[in-house]
């Protein structure tokens, strides 16, 4: 399974499932988590850095697609 993410301001996320476990990739950063929510919510939380959080470039709701 794949999921992508995209936020209005441009930026993505995507989660692969491998063993149980997802692995999920943003821009700044990557890291994996046992569950699908805890690891869309980690990966969003990563999005973006604190100064962008400050400006609020963060705001906003992402769209899911699931590929495969």
């Given amino acids: ?9 441009g930026r993505a996320i995507i989660i692969r499932l491998n063993n149980q476990e997802y692995h ?13 929510s805890r690891a869309k919510t ?3 939380a990563d999005s973006f850095t604190s100064s962008e959080m400050n400006q609020g470039l963060h705001i906003g709701n992402w769209h ?5």
């Fill in 1 to 9: 399974m794949k999921l992508i993410g995209k936020h209005p301001s």
């Fill in 24 to 36: 999920y990739e943003t821009a700044n950063s990557f890291g994996s988590a046992t569950s699908l």
């Fill in 42 to 44: 980690e990966a969003r």
């Fill in 64 to 68: 899911w697609k699931e590929l495969g």
